[in-house]
């Protein structure tokens, strides 16, 4: 089992206040054989599609001194976790978890923007302090 990111609290209970149910917690992902853990699932029923809505959340806290280092490894694991979803659980959206501090410090890096557009990287960010869910890059 791999060691929690500092923030994966926050962001389950950030998860919980915006009325998501955790399913997983970590998510085990199996292709072939090979396993991995992605830190979170949920669920949550959306009313106006009449059905349920799924993600899996893979926590990040981007503590290394380099930010564009943290950015490189974080989705090479988030495209990695991808595939492997698109494979076995089609219907189940990868989120990248992340604080309000670091989507701040991210935004002011043109490399780290134009990286996770090109690789459609769906982004939550969470104000850690007060354990809310403050933007989307996907309409939860």
């Given at each position: 089992m791999?060691?929690?990111?500092?923030y994966h609290e926050p962001i389950k209970a950030a998860l919980l206040n915006a009325g998501w149910i955790i399913t997983h917690d970590p998510f085990r992902i199996e292709y072939r054989g090979d396993q991995?853990?992605?830190?979170l699932g949920a669920e949550r029923l959306v009313a106006a599609q009449y059905g349920q809505r799924k993600i899996a959340v893979e926590v990040k806290s981007f503590l290394n001194p380099s930010?564009?280092?943290?950015v490189q490894q974080a989705i090479g694991q988030y495209?990695?976790?991808?595939t492997i979803l698109d494979e076995i659980e089609p219907d189940r959206i990868l989120v990248l978890g992340i604080?309000?501090?670091?989507?701040?410090?991210?935004l002011g890096r043109p490399a780290a923007v134009l990286y996770l557009e090109?690789?459609?990287?769906?982004v939550m960010v969470v104000a850690i302090e007060t354990e809310e869910i403050v933007r989307w890059t996907l309409s939860p």
């Open positions: 791999p060691a929690r990111d500092i991995g853990f992605i830190d930010l564009l280092t943290d495209l990695f976790y991808r604080s309000s501090d670091t989507a701040t410090e991210l090109r690789q459609q990287v769906q």
